[in-house]
């Protein structure tokens, strides 16, 4: 295993577990207790995690995984959910993506849609996600606008002020929101005040808003409000969806797409 395939194993299962001790580490990943406490140290040294007596544990309060260290865990429900969202897009429309692993996935499945493949644009897409333009900058039939805005290391999106300025002169048809949690008492949210700022902003530029979230994120609570379940057209997520918890979104006005 390489040493980046480790580093996004040991990240995940300290997200998952928030402490990690070496010798339970090494196990799981069949190397050296040498090797883990190595990499404990190196992650430490980037304030990924904080490293304890024989272990460590997650970096602060709310932790959030950067993009960059996210490996494809429920990699086949996300491109499952990516592809239905993907159909809700109409050719020529204006769709806004915010960031996430999820509404890159999106990305992905509207870059292979055949009726999309030719247009004046075919489509316009609005994102404050830099991974998200680098991917489809080379569709020439798509027409990408991006925000301005601070890239924020966690998930390469743009915040801040100048993103507020280009989203404020905008309307879009559809917002696909990525989420790390979304309830209906609660609401869509996200790790960062700031990501979910941009992010409500583009909620309120659209005519319809969608959010693509996996079943491990429903019901769930995060930090910074995006906007209100209410403010939701379609759910779109995953058939391991718990049947209370999508009878309570559809109860709350919103239709769920479970594939």
């Given amino acids: 295993?390489?040493?980046?395939?480790?580093?996004?194993?040991?990240?995940?299962?300290?997200?998952e577990r928030g402490r990690l001790d070496v010798e339970e580490a090494a196990t799981e990943l069949e190397v050296s207790a040498a090797t883990i406490r190595r990499d404990f140290d190196q992650l430490a040294e980037q304030q990924m995690l904080v490293r304890t007596r024989g272990g460590a544990v997650v970096h602060g309060v709310s932790y959030e995984l950067p993009l960059r260290y996210k490996t494809a865990r429920r990699a086949s429900e996300k491109q499952r959910i990516a592809a239905a969202v993907a159909e809700l897009v109409a050719p020529?429309?204006?769709?806004?993506?915010?960031?996430?692993?999820?509404?890159?996935?999106?990305?992905r499945a509207l870059a292979v849609r055949g009726d999309l493949a030719s247009?004046?644009?075919?489509?316009?897409?609005?994102?404050n996600a830099l991974n998200i333009a680098n991917e489809l900058a080379v569709r020439p039939q798509f027409k990408i606008v991006v925000t301005g805005g601070v890239a924020r290391a966690q998930s390469y999106e743009l915040i801040g002020p100048l993103a507020d300025g280009v989203l404020s002169q905008i309307t879009i048809d559809v917002a696909v929101l990525g989420v790390v949690a979304f309830d209906v008492t609660h609401g869509a949210a996200a790790h960062d005040d700031a990501e979910a700022a941009i992010n409500r902003l583009l909620c309120e530029r659209a005519e319809r808003v969608v959010v693509a979230a996996d079943s491990s994120k429903l019901g769930r609570r995060a930090f910074a409000r995006i906007c209100a379940a209410e403010s939701v057209d379609t759910l779109v997520t995953d058939s391991a969806a718990d049947a209370d918890t999508v009878r309570r979104f559809e109860e709350a006005g919103l239709t769920v797409l479970t594939v």
Avoid at 5 to 15: D, G, H, Q, Y
Avoid at 119 to 127: D, E, K, Q, R
């Fill in 92 to 107: 020529g429309e204006a769709v806004g993506l915010t960031g996430g692993t999820t509404t890159t996935e999106v990305a």
């Fill in 119 to 127: 247009g004046s644009p075919a489509l316009t897409v609005v994102t």
């Fill in 1 to 15: 295993m390489s040493r980046d395939a480790r580093w996004k194993t040991l990240l995940e299962l300290l997200v």
